[in-house]
T-cell receptor
């Protein structure tokens, strides 16, 4: 079955450490997204990518970095510059970029906590 | 800028009763609206969308939503609630980012609790 796989499901970060969250999709979607979910705040967009080797900052990109070397993969690195990284991180993908009205498909998330 | 509001943090309903989860929006141009559901420790699942056409949109699991342009609302409804409908529900509107690429703006979410 096609879908989006996020790993790991739970992740712990030590002070000063960078950690990378994995997101892989086999839906052949061009666009991929990273969101952060905090209680009572809904989802906030961190980064998005509409095509390989291109990505754009979302609303809360500071302290995060991404890469898009392959269509299927869009890893997110939470750097030590992100002072409040504890949250639930969701990856999503969708069909062709411009003008699309297709829904986004979501993975099952990674919960990141500070040790 | 595009935005959505979900005015209720939580909605409580008895099993078998009709349910409504409210959403209002603010957009420039024609709205593209979506409803998603999230179960604990899971990602979001798409329920339904409004792009154009009939104001009553039918979606997954017996849910439907009514688009009301004059009231700028897109409320989610179900005629008879199930305990298994208990979850977190998000309304979203499509926004056009720089370069013409689309992205979603989400509401804060409404927790639905269906009691036996």
């Amino acid at each position: 079955d096609g879908g989006i796989t996020q790993s790991p499901k739970y992740l712990f970060r030590k002070e000063g450490q960078n950690v990378t969250l994995s997101c892989e999709q086999n839906l052949n979607h061009d666009a991929m997204y990273w969101y952060r979910q905090d209680p009572g705040q809904g989802l906030r967009l961190i980064y998005y990518s509409q095509i390989v080797n291109d990505f754009q900052k979302g609303d809360i990109a500071e302290g995060y970095s991404v890469s898009r070397e392959k269509k299927e993969s869009f890893p997110l690195t939470v750097t030590s510059a992100q002072k409040n990284p504890t949250a639930f991180y969701l990856c999503a993908s969708s069909m062709p970029r411009q003008g699309s009205n297709q829904p986004q498909h979501f993975g099952d998330g990674t919960r990141l906590s500070i040790l | 800028a595009q935005s959505v509001a979900q005015p209720e943090d939580q909605v409580n309903v008895a099993e078998g009763n009709p349910l409504t989860v409210k959403c209002t929006y603010s957009v420039s141009g024609n709205p593209y609206l979506f409803w998603y559901v999230q179960y604990p420790n899971r990602g979001l699942q798409f329920l339904l969308k409004y792009i154009t056409g009939d104001n009553l949109v039918k979606g997954s699991y017996g849910f439907e939503a009514e688009f009301n342009k004059s009231q700028t609302s897109f409320h989610l409804k179900k005629p008879s609630a199930l305990v298994s409908d208990s979850a977190l529900y998000f309304c979203a509107v499509r926004d056009i980012a720089a370069g013409g690429y689309n992205k979603l703006i989400f509401g804060a979410g409404t927790r639905l609790a269906v009691h036996p």
